[in-house]
């Protein structure tokens, strides 16, 4: 839920996640005064996976002990042009989060070029949903990739290699202003 102050409340709980990815001038400084500074898309925040053990999540339903209240709760400030992704395991056991940001970048690419068009990036916001999308199913199907899945699965000290075929579910959301007034 979003508040007055511009403040969003996410509550997570398990394997699925949310990530806020912001839009800023580089950090690194090219040193050409001809051309403005390239602009780069981040992760300014993201929930952590609530695992009981490797591959067992926090989860509610039959079975499980677990309840509404073991959800990680947080307060995101909010910033227009922001963009909002969440997501099932299935794309967070396939793609790594700077992949994401990637993505993020590539999607935006034609609407930053144009000082943030907000019908550009309704449209940007479309592919980039796409494009995890489909970079999850093609990740998830390949047995040879190094992916987030194996890193996680050799930390609980198990062998895993490439992807792991799993529900793959994505919603991507701009954050718009309010809408101004039109003098005429």
């Known amino acids: 839920s979003i508040t007055e102050n511009n403040i969003l409340q996410v509550a997570n709980l398990g394997d ?5 990815l912001r839009k800023d001038e580089s950090k690194y400084d090219s040193g050409d005064r001809r051309s403005p500074p390239p602009i780069e898309w981040a992760v ?4 952590t996976e609530q695992l009981h053990s490797f591959n067992c999540p926090v989860q509610l339903g039959t079975s499980s002990n ?3 209240e073991c959800a990680d709760v947080s307060a995101i400030e909010l910033e227009v042009g922001d963009v909002t992704v969440c997501c099932t395991d299935g794309v ?22 144009c000082d943030g068009d ?3 990036m309704r449209e940007a916001t479309e592919l980039f949903c796409q494009n995890i ?3 999850a199913v093609r990740y998830a199907e390949d047995t040879e990739r190094r992916s987030p899945f194996e890193a996680n699965a050799k930390r609980w000290g198990f062998r895993y290699r490439g992807g792991k075929m799993d529900d793959i ?12 007034e039109k003098v005429v």
């Open 16 to 20: 699925s996640g949310f990530f806020l």
């Open 44 to 47: 300014v925040a993201a929930t």
């Open 66 to 68: 677990d309840t509404v």
């Open 92 to 113: 967070l056991d396939n793609v790594w989060e700077d992949e994401i940001s990637t993505l993020c970048a590539d999607a935006f690419k034609e609407s930053d070029a």
């Open 118 to 120: 907000m019908d550009m």
């Open 133 to 135: 999308l489909d970079l």
């Open 169 to 180: 579910t994505v919603v991507v959301s701009l954050v718009e202003g309010a809408e101004e």
